[in-house]
C-alpha cells in the first residue's frame, strides 16, 4: 500500500510516525502502514456469497449459501484471539459481507475488543438503515468497489445496476457520517476511467480511494492477459499522482493510494527525486519504514472456512485452520516453511528481484503474483515495471 498524497504532496513526514514509537497499537490509522511491529492487519472473509459476479474475483464468489462458514460463535473467538495478538484492524470482507446478518453484531464486537473494524464491499446492500447500523456500532471505514462510471462498473461487476446502487450506498454512508471510500482496480479497460473516479471523488465529497493493481487469483487469474502492461501502470501511476497533486493544490485534498504493486514506492521516489529532491530525501525514509509487500507478515487473511492464508489472494496455500489452532499460533509456527520464509522473504527472492536495489522498499513485492505466472514463487513478479536502469 503506496500513500501517494502521503509521499507526493507531502502531507506525512517521518517524524509522525516516530512520535509514536511506530507501534502498531498506538498508531492512527493513516500511519499504521509505517509500524515497526509489523502486527497483522487481517482480513477476515466472512462468506462466500455475492450479490454480483465480478470478473476479477480472487474469492471466486457465488450468488448462493455455503454451509462452511464460521458460526456467529466460532467468529467470536477469531476476534477474541485477533485482539489478544494485537491485531490492530480486522477487514471484513467476502464474497459481499452485507449478505451476513450478524455482519454488525461480528464487527461491534471487534470493536468492543479494541480493533478498528472496517468493511471491504460493493456498496449495493447498503441502505440508510444499515448504514445507521454501522456507524452506532462504531464502525471506522466502509470501502467501496467501483471499477469505473456506470457502464464499465456494471460489465466488470457482471450486473446491471451494479453502479447506481453503489452509488446509492456511498451516500447513505456520507449521510449517516461513517468515512467511505472508493476501491477500483486498474486494467487495461479502465485506464481512462481514473480521471472519471477524481471527478467522482470531487463531486460526491468522497474523501479516499484506493487503486488496486490486478493480483491474478480466483477469476482475476483469467485476466492476465487483459493486466495493464508496464508502459500502461507507469502512465496510471503518473495520472494517479498528476491528479492527486491537483486536487491537492486547490485545497481540495484526498486520501489516494494505489495498492499490490510496492514498485509504485520507487517509482514515486524517483518522480521526486527530479521534481523536489529534499522530499524525495523524506519519502525514501517513509518507504524504508513501510518495508513493501508484507503478504505472511504485516497482512494475513482468514478465510470464511476458517483457513488462514498469507493474504486474500494467496488461498491455494492454507498454514492451518482457526477452529483447530489460533490465528496467533498459526501466525508464529515458523516450522512451517513457507511462513517462515515469508518472515524474511528478502532472502529468498530470485532473479531482478535478488539484485534489485528496491529490495529493502519493495521486499520483493507480490509472491503470489510471481508464482501465478512463473509456478515459482520466489521469481520476480511479473507486473514489476520498473526498468534495469531503475533498479540497477
Given at each position: 500500500m503506496i500513500g501517494i498524497s502521503k509521499l507526493y504532496c507531502g502531507t506525512v513526514e517521518p517524524s509522525?510516525?516516530?512520535?509514536y514509537g511506530r507501534q502498531s497499537a498506538r498508531l492512527p490509522s493513516h500511519l499504521l502502514q509505517f509500524a515497526a511491529d509489523k502486527r497483522p492487519v487481517v482480513v477476515w472473509n466472512i462468506t462466500r456469497r455475492c450479490n454480483l459476479k465480478c470478473v476479477h474475483c480472487y474469492a471466486l464468489a457465488k450468488d448462493r449459501a455455503f454451509d462452511n462458514e464460521l458460526t456467529t460463535a466460532q467468529g467470536k473467538a477469531l476476534l477474541d484471539d485477533l485482539a489478544a495478538f494485537g491485531v490492530p484492524v480486522i477487514l471484513f470482507s467476502g464474497g459481499?459481507?452485507?449478505?451476513?446478518?450478524?455482519?454488525?453484531?461480528?464487527?461491534a464486537y471487534a470493536v468492543e475488543k479494541g480493533m478498528r473494524a472496517v468493511i471491504s464491499t460493493n456498496g449495493t446492500l447498503i441502505t440508510p438503515e444499515k448504514a445507521r447500523i454501522l456507524k452506532q456500532i462504531g464502525l471506522s471505514y466502509v470501502g467501496i468497489s467501483l471499477d469505473g462510471m456506470q457502464a464499465v462498473n456494471d460489465r466488470f461487476r457482471g450486473?446491471?445496476?451494479?453502479?447506481?446502487?453503489?452509488?446509492?450506498?456511498?451516500?447513505?454512508?456520507?449521510?449517516?457520517?461513517?468515512?467511505?471510500?472508493?476501491r477500483f482496480t486498474i486494467n487495461k479497460f479502465n485506464l481512462d476511467e481514473i480521471p472519471k473516479m477524481f471527478q467522482l471523488l470531487e463531486e460526491r465529497d468522497i474523501p479516499r480511494a484506493?487503486?488496486?493493481?490486478?493480483?491474478?487469483?480466483?477469476?482475476?487469474s483469467e485476466l492476465v492477459k487483459e493486466?495493464?502492461?508496464?508502459?500502461?501502470?507507469?502512465?496510471?501511476?503518473?495520472?494517479?499522482?498528476?491528479?492527486?497533486?491537483?486536487?491537492?493544490?486547490?485545497?481540495?485534498?484526498?486520501e489516494i493510494l494505489t495498492v499490490d504493486n510496492h514498485a509504485d514506492g520507487p517509482y514515486v521516489y524517483l518522480r521526486l527525486l527530479r521534481e523536489n529532491p529534499a522530499r524525495a530525501?523524506?519519502?525514501l525514509e517513509l518507504l524504508q519504514m513501510n518495508e513493501g509487500n508484507s503478504s505472511g507478515r504485516g497482512i494475513g487473511c482468514v478465510s470464511w472456512d476458517g483457513e488462514v492464508y498469507a493474504?486474500?489472494?494467496?488461498?491455494?496455500?492454507?498454514?492451518?485452520?482457526?477452529?483447530?489452532?489460533?490465528?496467533?499460533?498459526?501466525?508464529?509456527?515458523?516450522?512451517?516453511?513457507?511462513?517462515?520464509?515469508?518472515?524474511e522473504k528478502k532472502k529468498h527472492v530470485k532473479g531482478r528481484c535478488a539484485r534489485c536495489r528496491w529490495l529493502d522498499v519493495c521486499a520483493?513485492?507480490?509472491?503470489?503474483?510471481?508464482?501465478?505466472?512463473?509456478?515459482?514463487?520466489?521469481?520476480?513478479?511479473?507486473?514489476?515495471?520498473?526498468?534495469?536502469e531503475e533498479i540497477a
Open positions: 509522525d510516525a516516530l512520535r459481499e459481507p452485507m449478505v451476513r446478518k450478524d455482519l454488525p453484531e461480528l464487527a450486473v446491471r445496476g451494479a453502479f447506481a446502487a453503489a452509488m446509492q450506498g456511498i451516500e447513505n454512508c456520507k449521510a449517516a457520517g461513517i468515512k467511505v471510500g472508493l484506493c487503486f488496486y493493481h490486478l493480483v491474478y487469483a480466483g477469476r482475476g493486466d495493464a502492461s508496464h508502459a500502461e501502470s507507469r502512465r496510471a501511476v503518473d495520472l494517479i499522482m498528476d491528479l492527486t497533486k491537483k486536487l491537492h493544490d486547490r485545497d481540495k485534498p484526498k530525501k523524506q519519502v493474504d486474500q489472494f494467496w488461498r491455494h496455500y492454507s498454514f492451518g485452520n482457526v477452529l483447530k489452532r489460533p490465528f496467533s499460533e498459526i501466525w508464529q509456527d515458523l516450522s512451517e516453511p513457507l511462513m517462515a520464509k515469508l518472515k520483493g513485492n507480490f509472491r503470489v503474483r510471481a508464482e501465478a505466472v512463473s509456478g515459482d514463487v520466489w521469481a520476480p513478479d511479473p507486473a514489476c515495471y520498473l526498468s534495469d
